[in-house]
């Protein structure tokens, strides 16, 4: 009727049972250490409140660049400038990025943590997380306030 | 009556005993079985019984193992739905055996039975529960009172008791927990069912020690990384809303902390 595919080559009996494979960072008596800060909070709230204001950002964005007006095909290097012209259009702009880059973060964060299984490979994933967006908010904030549209 | 045993009976109850044999079916169980005083190894066992599908799995689990296979292992204990002591994972669903029929699982074709997931495979279809019991306790699932002790019982309104009926339900069968995939990864996480208990407390309006159990949920490995997956409401076979208990206990945690 059926048969249990065995492997006795190594020997294993009841006085030699193979080794427990336990699941990646399984709870103890003693983990996970408390932290006692509200710092998952704010982010879990975070998270829902710039998802909120992305909506409105990020699709009138989409919307403005690709949609309206001629499509894609109209945005050049005339068309950014005239719109970085005002300072509406800065803060919009100015703002998602910000809001992005940081739900971007906070999100790649908590996949990070959920993967990562040594402590190690979780810190230094998320310093480089952490160091590419700083780059990436630092250099979008620096091209949106010093623009000159009269570049040679 | 004995036209609708299942098992035939000896003598001049024979001929009732055929007919209910025609309600047979011929179904299969492919089992993952994993022994270490054997092997390393888990493998997939397939038997072919002859059970009434109106049995439910476990029904066909003990068949296997006191008439074909003594060796196969797995728990139970009251055998109806309130011990908690048999959720694996049937036909890829969190379940318990004892409450599945196996009519309501397609039975034509191979009918998959393993251990939850998650959790360290001791024997066959036997976990250790050890850190499932762990997180549960790090809730404190007790009242928490200060003051004396009343004379009397402690009272309490009908609409304070419904507050919290749902999580009172719960028989700490593991199936929600062990069906949560930020679990699978990180079993660090307290998981549904700790959660769910915490909030039978939380809500409790003779209890005191909300604010310190919220405390505990509050920290990294509590309720923010739940990230509404509803495999723990699907699991449930209480039928415990428990995704929403843990949105319940956000939402407190938001407001008692803004
Ligand atoms: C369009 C509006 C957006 C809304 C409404 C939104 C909403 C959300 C929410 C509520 C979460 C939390 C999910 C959870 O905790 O279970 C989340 C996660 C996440 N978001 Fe957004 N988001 C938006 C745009 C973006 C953008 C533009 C990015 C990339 C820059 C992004 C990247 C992420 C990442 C990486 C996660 C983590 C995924 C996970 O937890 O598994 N989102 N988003
Ligand atoms: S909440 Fe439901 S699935 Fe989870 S342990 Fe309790 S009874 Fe089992
Ligand atoms: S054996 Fe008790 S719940 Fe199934």
Redesign the interface.
Known sequence: ????????T?G???DN?????????????R??R????????Y???FMRLSGILLVVLVLGHLLIQLVLDGGVSKVSFAFVAGRWASPFWQVWDLLMLWLAMLHGTTGLRTII???AQRDGTRFWLKMLLYTAAAFTIVLGTLVIFTFDPNIR | MSSTLTKPGPGPEAAAGTSAAAHKITATFRIR?YD??????A?W????IEIDPKERVLDALHQIKWD??GTLTFRRSCAHGICGSDAMRINGRNRLACKTLIKDLSPEKPITVEPIK????LKDLIVDME?FF??YRDVMPFLITTGNEPTRERRQSAADRERFDDTTKCILCAACTSSCP?F?????YFGPAAIVNAHRFIFDSRDEGGEQRL??L?????V??CRTTFNCTDACPRGIEVTKAIQEV?KA??TR?F
């Open positions: 009727m059926s048969t249990l595919i065995t492997d006795d190594q294993f009996g009841p049972p193979a080794p427990r494979i336990d699941p990646p960072r399984a709870r103890t008596r983990s996970p408390a932290t006692r800060t509200n710092y998952e909070m982010a879990w709230v943590n959920d993967y | 079985r270490p005083e054997v092997s390393d190894k493998v066992q397939d038997f072919t074909v296979d998650g959790m360290t495979v850190p762990q997180a930020v699978w990864n990180d079993g660090q405390e505990i509050n920290d990294k490995d509590g923010w990384r956000k945690l938001i902390r």
